[in-house]
């Protein structure tokens, strides 16, 4: 009977784990984990060079192309370089701020800035990118106050995409602050060690696991944008607008999904360099 | 205690930072009611008239809707897909479970341009089917389902299952356990998930691209179509001050019936 009763449950709760698993695991297999199978399948199709419809089958012509070309191999590394650019802004402005809202404000104005950070998050994406465009134009507020523009290219582009990632950074990096213990903090200081040293020596092995988290956001939404270019780059092209051209202006579905593939791989590269530091616990 | 020179320089430093987050929303705001066409600085007059502009905007308005109609669909089907997940990975052991972990959080890590560029393949070249506003909910719908995965996920994880295991105990059946104990404890979750999902459908941009095709036209689609038009400026300053102001309305909330708010976005 017992035994019975048990296995019984054991296959209820078997049922209801079907029950709950199947549908979304149907759905992100399918829709999601299929369409990447299909992108990586169709970087080795080609088009017809006449009609421009995709042909099925296989060739390698588009990796060599993505590979070879020097037009993609320039975008690729423009692309990385302000990737890398904005996250190192983006850490340069984060830890201060982090470090100010974890261990030196007071509860309520830590909870202030919390909300402070987080709210530009719910702006549109869209409005803030137009925002730069508005203030680094000619006859804009930066130029009437400093009478100064960097105007619209990579500068602008790199100023841009820091604004619209950085409560990206600060979040993981003051959650890392926080969960430094205030002993530590004064036994250091007890033990003779300035301010200074102890925040190299203490503090920042404890929070780079932090910074590493809010890298990969900053690093691999900066890798894969290209409407924040195209609002202020003005001619600056990152690897987005190369693929977007391909599939939308030159119709070549096939060359863009291998061009799609150098942001998945430097991202999913980037992960796994960040896995290390135990950055993926702290996402 | 950190020493004065350290906590000197960090406020000045945090007040030198909320201004540069700041200073570029309020000029959002403040051309709205620039009389200028061009928005040159200093603004040169007061004017409401932009805004009776973009309010009999007909294309406008026919985006918003269909940004709405997205939004409402898309977070729905995540909704039950996401809360489904969460259930099945914190409260059973199976075989596989940490990989479903990482499966669900993909569509949120990888660009939007790859999860685009791969919709539309599929869409396009590998169904045929048409582009419309059912392939963009399907966009949507795969990148939400992880934003409620991840918020249910994380509140029952802190929950933990002693509460389910004593209402079982004393002989509640599954179905009044869900109803009576986890469900009143996930709602803020749950809630707070729905809000995030739907602004981030809301405000979606490169996945609409690749998923929409040239007839159907979200909020966002049509303020990109619009930005660079100068006869359009005046109303998408309006458009674009209105979506900053409401900017709070999710803040408050998530903020009223999710708790925590550093949580709820990152």
Same mark, same amino acid.
């Given at each position: 009977m017992i035994t019975a009763g048990r296995s019984s449950h054991r296959f209820r709760s078997r049922l209801s784990l079907a029950f709950l698993l199947i549908p979304p695991l149907a759905w992100l297999i399918v829709v999601y984990l299929g369409s990447l199978a299909v992108l990586l399948v169709s970087a080795l199709w080609s088009t017809n /060079?006449?009609?421009g419809a995709v042909v099925r089958t296989f060739t390698g012509d588009n990796i060599v192309r993505v590979l070879t070309d020097a037009v993609f191999r320039a975008a690729t590394l423009r692309t990385v370089g302000i990737a890398l650019a904005v996250t190192l802004i983006c850490i340069t402005l984060a830890v201060p701020l982090a470090l100010y809202m974890a261990k030196v404000a007071s509860p309520r104005v830590r909870l202030a800035l919390v909300v402070a950070v987080t709210t530009?998050?719910? *702006? /549109?994406y869209l409005v803030k990118a137009y925002a730069w465009r508005m203030l680094l134009s000619g006859q804009g507020p930066l130029a009437w106050v400093a009478g100064y523009t960097p105007g619209y290219g990579l500068v602008a582009t790199v100023l841009t995409l820091t604004y619209l990632w950085l409560p990206y950074m600060v979040i993981p990096v003051f959650a890392a602050f926080e969960r430094v213990p205030e002993d530590l903090i004064d036994a250091s200081s007890d033990l003779g060690a300035s301010g200074w040293t102890t925040l190299r020596t203490v503090m920042t092995p404890l929070v780079f696991p932090g910074i590493a988290a809010g890298s990969i956001f900053t690093f691999s939404l900066s890798m894969g944008d290209y409407i924040a270019v195209t609002i202020v780059g003005g001619k600056t092209q990152m690897l987005g607008n190369i693929i977007y051209g391909q599939l939308?202006? *030159? %119709? %070549?579905q096939p060359l863009a999904a291998a061009l799609s593939l150098i942001p998945l791989f430097a991202i999913i590269g980037y992960l796994l360099a960040m896995r290390r530091t135990g950055a993926l616990e702290n996402v | 205690m950190l020493p004065d020179s350290i906590r000197r320089l960090t406020r000045a430093w945090t007040v030198l930072v909320i201004i540069f987050l700041y200073a570029p929303l309020l000029l959002v705001v403040v051309n709205a009611f620039n009389s200028s066409k061009t928005f040159a600085f200093p603004p040169s007059g007061f004017t409401l008239r932009w805004w009776s502009d973009a309010w009999s905007s007909s294309g406008m308005w026919r985006a918003l809707g269909n940004s709405v109609v997205v939004g409402l669909c898309a977070t729905a089907i995540a909704l039950v897909l996401g809360t489904m997940a969460a259930f099945a990975v914190q409260r059973h052991r199976f075989f596989g479970r940490q990989a479903i972990s990482f499966l669900v959080v993909l569509p949120i890590t990888l660009p939007g341009i790859v999860t685009g560029i791969a919709l539309n393949a599929t869409f396009t070249s590998a169904l045929g089917a048409t582009l419309g506003l059912a392939t963009v909910i399907i966009g949507h719908a795969t990148f939400c389902m992880v934003i409620v995965f991840n918020n249910a996920q994380a509140r029952l994880r802190r929950l933990g299952p002693r509460l389910e295991d004593a209402s079982a105990d004393l002989g509640a059946s599954n179905w009044q356990t869900f109803r009576f104990v986890t469900f009143p404890m996930m709602r803020g979750a749950i809630v707070a998930g729905a809000i995030l999902a739907f602004a981030l459908s809301f405000d979606e941009i490169v996945v609409t691209t690749f998923t929409s095709g040239p007839t159907v036209q979200t909020l966002p689609i049509w303020i990109f179509g619009n930005l660079f038009r100068p006869n359009q400026a005046p109303v998408i300053n309006v458009v674009a001050a209105t979506l900053t102001l409401v900017a709070v309305i999710p803040v408050w909330l998530s903020q009223r019936f999710g708790g925590d708010p550093a949580t709820t976005r990152a």
């Open positions: /060079s006449f009609t530009p998050l719910w *702006a /549109s939308v202006t *030159a %119709n %070549n | -």
